[in-house]
DNA sequence: GCTTGTGCCTATGAATTCCATAGTAACATG
DNA sequence: CATGTTACTATGGAATTCATAGGCACAAGC
């Protein structure tokens, strides 16, 4: 029995099959959380997603080819860069907020809070998990929303960055 | 220099986190889209999607496994099986959507039109990309969603699926 | 000027996963 | 009883991933 990989996947007219050959994969997808975040270094992303050096660097890599992340000296002598967001890649925000919507709603105890809590700027009020705002109704936009991290995800990230800096 | 993996990536407190352990690969998207566009079955969804058998059948297990897929026998004698979404799995759609938005504006030439037309039932005009509705400004919900697909996408489809059963 | 620290990676080898191809099981149909 | 249908499982090589270790280019402190 034979499969179909004549590369036609790479060939779809279906839009999901091409974004997921850029965004299909587990630590991309990270990496992405982390910049709109704004942790724009290495370290930061690597310390935060939990992921080996290799695998950052590869992902960045193909992140910048593929057009949704650009490098940005911050320091020459040493060299230093760090990594951005383009015009693309803010574009993905809709997906992360869908993928966070569905992991706060299907993927936690009730228990556990939100790791993040969205101000809607438009109206001053708690946007919720989105598409559209929870207080008044409008379609949330990446640049009218202020992020809180609840104190136990702040927590949990300081934990990391103090505990990836202890063993290096 | 050491690596932070103890696997605190799955403890987390964030949603992105946890949804990627669930659906942070190509394929798990790939089969959850051709449920989605109502594929139920094993051979239908590896003939579209282009993977092997056992990648299909290890991201069903795991799928089911994880909530998102219940299996139903539609035939015994022989006994079959067909894979619906659950509520959970249902809920993923907002995600596909979004990712279907970004691949479309951002993966694609202009020329290529878009693979599937989207119309409104509450207005009953084309809905466009999402997340809200391009003619009426509601936000979507795939209940009140018709597709239809593009013929050079139906026409794609058609042929993989007479590929596929060809060589067998 | 020599050691220690910082930031961003690269190197290596073992473990794991992936993938192409082939084949099986359990029947139905002619 | 031979062929077809549907849903898988088996196998082995290729590719990827991971943990651990190291390297390079400089800055700062002593």
């Given amino acids: 029995m034979k499969t179909m ?3 036609t996947a790479d060939q779809t007219l279906c839009p999901v099959a091409r974004a997921e050959t850029v965004v299909g994969d587990r630590w991309t ?6 910049l ?7 370290e930061e992303i690597q310390a935060q997603t939990g992921a080996t050096p290799q695998m ?3 992902r960045l890599k193909k992140l910048e080819a593929d057009g949704l992340v650009k490098r940005r000296v911050y ?3 040493p060299l230093r860069h760090e990594y951005q967001l383009t015009k693309k890649g803010e574009a993905f925000y809709p997906v992360i907020l869908a ?3 569905w992991g706060e709603t299907w993927c936690k105890s009730p228990r556990e809070g939100r790791a ?3 101000t809607h700027l438009t109206c001053g009020k708690p946007a919720g998990l989105g598409p559209a705002c929870e207080s008044c109704g409008k379609p949330l936009h990446r640049e009218d929303l202020v992020a809180e991290r609840a104190p136990k995800y702040q927590r949990e990230r300081e934990a ?3 505990a990836f800096k202890a063993n290096r």
């Fill in 5 to 7: 990989n004549d590369n």
């Fill in 29 to 34: 997808v990270l990496i992405l959380r982390e």
């Fill in 36 to 42: 709109f975040m704004r942790m724009h270094r290495f």
């Fill in 56 to 58: 950052i660097a590869a």
């Fill in 75 to 77: 320091n020459k002598r």
């Fill in 99 to 101: 993928l966070r919507a």
């Fill in 116 to 118: 993040v809590n969205l």
């Fill in 160 to 162: 990391r960055w103090e």
